[in-house]
């Protein structure tokens, strides 16, 4: 098999494929996108969404410009501004 000099070639696509990968984690998304599926009870506790409802409690920062008005019909927390539902930042 003399093709050692293909396997070089591959190996660096392999090497250009990868890098994009590592730039997936992107921590400047909306907060919103951090809100887990499934079935939570999130109640607002000061800047977070705080689940009862599972074994382990966990939260969700949303931030202080952010407020919990409801559940969607799939239990996921409606977020509006404040300024939005206050009508002035709060
Ligand atoms: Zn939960």
Redesign the pocket.
């Known amino acids: 098999m003399p093709s050692y000099k293909k396997s070089t070639t591959q190996e660096k696509l392999l090497t250009e494929n990868e890098e994009p990968e590592s730039e997936v984690l992107n921590f400047e998304k909306p907060d919103f996108e951090f809100i887990p599926k499934g079935n939570?009870e999130f109640r607002q506790q000061g800047f977070y969404l705080i689940?009862n409802?599972?074994e382990l409690q966990?939260a969700v920062w949303i931030g202080p410009k952010k407020i919990m008005v409801g559940l969607d019909k799939d239990g996921r927390p409606i977020l509006k501004d404040r300024i939005e539902v206050f009508g002035r930042q709060a």
Do not use: A
């Open positions: 939570h689940c409802s599972c966990h």
